[in-house]
């Protein structure tokens, strides 16, 4: 089931002394992480650059969907940016609940994808009463040749203090973050008109609301403030780890 909604990956609620996977580590592998697994090792085509491993990590090629562990062998497991990709939804998301007790699942969000669409991405993505509903994406798009993933995710990103600060107070405008513990909650396709309508209509206030509620203006006024004192130390010490 989730159990919270993580600001951002590196901030997730993994102990010193647990044991910690990571699937589809690609060229950015979690620093938490021990074990890291890729089913791709020749190809980039889900990915920005070549696989990368950090010191004192064991990599394993293996399919996300069928792996060689056994029942609860690590106590948390990582999962960034790959579920929208996978061919079977199904099966990856068993197969996490299946070698980790808790885990992080991150993907882009209907927003994100909207914006900035990815050939290889084949799944819409949205939390909805603690599940992750799963939606085909080439049966709810549209044929555009739009992506502005060169204005947000690169040009704001170096030259906008207040993008900066919008994305976050509202990381779940870009992204679908879920950390889940026992059994990962999820339905693909499904055709109660409740979830459907997210992915196939216009949203109105009420859906809006709903992943962007609003808060109040002392609250407001704090996030704004922790952002510009944290993009502050960054451009002083010329990092961007969060």
């Not at 969907?65 to 099966?91: G, K, T, W």
């Not at 509903?133 to 049966?139: C, G, L, P, T």
């Not at 997210?198 to 808060?215: K, L």
């Amino acid at each position: 089931m989730q159990v919270q909604t993580p600001p951002h990956r590196y901030k997730l609620p993994i102990k010193r002394t647990d044991r910690v996977l990571e699937v589809g580590s690609g060229h950015h592998p979690h620093p938490k992480a021990h074990v890291i697994v890729d089913k791709f090792i020749d190809s980039n085509y889900h990915r920005k650059t070549d696989i990368r491993v950090l010191k004192n990590q064991e990599f394993i090629q293996a399919d996300g969907a069928d792996m060689p562990f056994s029942d609860n062998e690590f106590d948390y497991v990582i999962c960034n940016q790959v579920l929208e990709h996978v061919d079977d939804p199904r099966a990856f998301l068993t197969e996490q609940s299946r070698v980790a007790k808790r885990g992080y699942l991150e993907t882009p969000s209907v927003v994100g994808e909207y914006l900035f669409p990815k050939e290889s991405h084949r799944w819409l993505i949205l939390p909805i009463d603690g599940k992750l509903i799963i939606m085909d994406k080439a049966a709810n798009w549209f044929d555009s040749q739009f992506d502005f993933g060169l204005l947000f995710l690169t040009y704001l990103q170096r030259t906008s203090m207040g993008y900066k600060i919008l994305r976050d107070t509202r990381p779940n405008m870009w992204t679908t973050r879920y950390a889940w513990e026992g059994q990962i909650e999820f339905e693909v396709n499904p055709d109660y008109p409740e979830y459907r309508k997210y992915f196939t209509g216009p949203w109105d206030e009420t859906m809006v609301r709903q992943f962007f509620p609003e808060q109040s203006k002392p609250r407001e006024f704090m996030d704004a403030f922790s952002s510009m004192v944290k993009i502050g130390w960054q451009a002083v010490t010329g990092t961007t780890k969060f």
